[in-house]
């Protein structure tokens, strides 16, 4: 029953060559403080271990605490986790990590938590490959706009978060892929609006494809732009500052222009090894355009604050693989 609930820990500690990571995007409600929380594990056969990541776009720090593999406790039949001394759930967060200067303390409360739709023959963002067992990543989409209470104190700041804006999601699998680009934003000015995209390269059957998952949370409805519903990328332009896309189906189009802003660097997995590193901005913006076809009546159109964006790897391969 796993698959029909993305949120919950998808492995167990024996396995090797493998990694799992719930990532949490806070902004606090004066929007000064953008911090991201990544709780998980990385089980390479040479160093098997749990981590939390902390990154902060107000200094772009990041901080890596690594803890034993056996730290690391995850309920069988709901998201509860707990590394060490921290908590995390999709009702809130409790961590503590670090000594000293690199202390980082957290209590979070959660509320509104409303992810990807999880459906019998389409269990969350991944759609039908959900199902597909070799698949290098997975992906889900877990809290598209969370609001948040409680507070976090990092590098000698305690900072009220009650008020603000929260976005969940996770990854897991053997690897990273070799070339993404991913965004997210859910603080547009109109409230609950939430937009998370991704673009990868995919290896399949010893070849690979472009594939792409985005979805509009709009008024309690998720627009969905995939490879697997059919949706094609008419424009995809990237620049190492700016990115614009267009996407299409039968009844609707988005458009997204990203402007990227200065970020700091993350491990990330290969092969349950974090040797990769990922440059990723959490001050960047997405103005982004959802029209009807039937009518070409724009939907919603705005600027979403706070982005996060990534683009890593051989991007230029990646476009290719959309012609």
Request: some cysteine.
């Amino acid at each position: 029953m796993k698959i029909w609930h993305p949120e919950i820990f998808q492995g167990n500690l024996r396995k090797k060559r493998y990694f799992e990571g719930w990532y949490f995007k806070l902004v606090d409600k004066t929007e000064t403080w953008a911090v991201a929380i990544i709780p998980g594990v990385a089980l390479s056969a040479a160093h098997p271990h749990s981590f939390i990541q902390v990154l902060s776009s107000h200094d772009s720090t990041a901080k890596y605490f690594s803890f034993p593999a056996s730290a690391f406790w995850a309920d069988a039949k709901s998201f509860v986790i707990q590394i060490d001394q921290s908590s995390f759930s999709l009702n809130g967060l409790r961590l503590l990590a670090g000594v000293g200067a690199d202390e980082v303390k957290a209590d979070l409360s959660f509320a509104n938590v409303s992810g990807w739709p999880v459906r019998l023959f389409s269990p969350g963002a991944m759609g039908w490959y959900r199902f597909v067992p070799f698949m290098e990543c997975y992906h889900a989409v877990l809290g598209f706009d969370t609001a948040l209470s409680g507070s976090i104190t990092l590098n000698g700041n305690t900072i009220n978060m009650t008020g603000g804006r929260g976005y969940i999601e996770k990854d897991w699998g053997a690897s990273m892929p070799s070339a993404w680009i991913w965004m997210q934003s859910n603080h547009f000015a109109e409230p609950g609006v939430s937009l998370f995209g991704s673009v990868a390269k995919i290896p399949w059957l010893g070849s690979s494809f472009t594939g792409f998952i985005f979805g509009l949370y709009h008024k309690g409805r998720v627009y969905r732009f995939t490879t697997y519903t059919g949706a094609r990328i008419t424009r995809l332009e990237v620049t190492p500052t700016h990115i614009n896309l267009k996407i299409e189906d039968k009844k609707f189009s988005l458009e997204v222009e990203a402007k990227r802003e200065k970020g700091a660097d993350l491990p990330a997995p290969q092969l349950g090894e974090m040797t990769s590193k990922v440059n990723e901005s959490l001050r960047s913006a997405l103005n982004i355009q959802l029209t009807g076809k039937t009518a070409s009546a724009v939907i919603y159109a705005g600027c979403g604050r706070n982005a996060g964006l990534e683009f890593v790897g051989n991007v230029a391969d990646m476009l290719a693989g959309l012609r």
